[in-house]
């Protein structure tokens, strides 16, 4: 058994264990759900993007089996399991840890991203029901209409005169159309909504797999306290028998 200090070591390994598991939890939900949220504007986007919550899935379910070792390990003061938790663990870091600063970094790509995929999908609007749904959901959801205003859609060869996307005006009675005239019209464009809001779920991703890998190195500290601490006992316990 450990003793004094090593023994609040042993408590608060078993502790952030059980906060690494409900990490991995969080970390499973918030992929599923960035997945779920953006899979109507996957026109929009290259696939670097949806790699990101795939790997908050993957990276969520290991961090959910390992702490099952280091609770375990913590439990029952078992030496092995704890270095193998330590070790998995610091692999989680450096995975974490890269992928916040990839994601941070990946900001500056998110405008040539955008820009080059509005650009290409606002001519194929009226020949592509994917995209001119995906446009719709954007334009609606953001309050926006084409690339940089309302404008925009004469100039695609998919309206003719004034006219315009529905989805580019707040309220639209039935049997009527849009145009650049609508006094309900959303007149900013959508490159500069869809960019920010991008950037800043990049920037959030990019902050919480820093500050999670930060807090998961502290737990491999704590836990190499305590395989230390394991296998002095161990090492006394067998001096003393000799």
Not at 50 to 63: E, H, R, S, Y
Not at 163 to 188: A, M, R, T, Y
Request: net charge negative.
């Amino acid at each position: 058994m450990v003793s004094g200090g090593m023994a609040c070591i042993k408590y608060l390994t078993f502790l952030f264990n059980l906060i690494f598991a409900i990490t991995g939890i969080v970390f499973i939900a918030v992929g599923t759900v960035i997945l779920v949220v953006y899979s109507d504007y996957n026109n929009f986007m290259d696939r670097w993007f949806f790699a990101a919550p795939v790997l908050m899935i993957v990276v969520g379910t290991i961090v959910f089996i390992i702490s099952f070792f280091g609770c375990c390990g913590a439990v029952k003061e078992n030496h092995c399991m704890i270095i193998t938790f330590s070790v998995l663990l610091l692999c989680i870091f450096a995975l974490e840890l890269g992928a916040g600063i990839a994601g941070y970094m990946m900001r500056g790509e998110v405008h040539s991203m955008v820009e080059n995929r509005l650009n290409t999908t606002i001519l194929e609007y009226s020949s592509k029901n994917d995209i001119r749904k995906s446009w719709d959901i954007m334009q609606h959801d953001l309050e926006c209409c084409g690339m940089n205003g309302p404008s925009d859609w004469s100039t695609s060869g998919s309206f003719a005169e004034n006219n315009i996307p529905i989805s580019c005006c707040k309220e639209v009675p039935e049997g009527s159309k849009c145009d650049v005239n609508s006094i309900s019209i959303h007149s900013e464009g959508c490159m500069k909504s869809l960019q920010k809001a991008i950037e800043r779920n990049v920037l959030i991703f990019g902050g919480v797999g820093i500050g999670i890998a930060i807090v998961q190195l502290m737990g491999v500290i704590f836990a190499c306290c305590l395989a230390r601490s394991i296998r002095r006992e161990y090492e006394t316990v067998e001096t003393a028998a000799h």
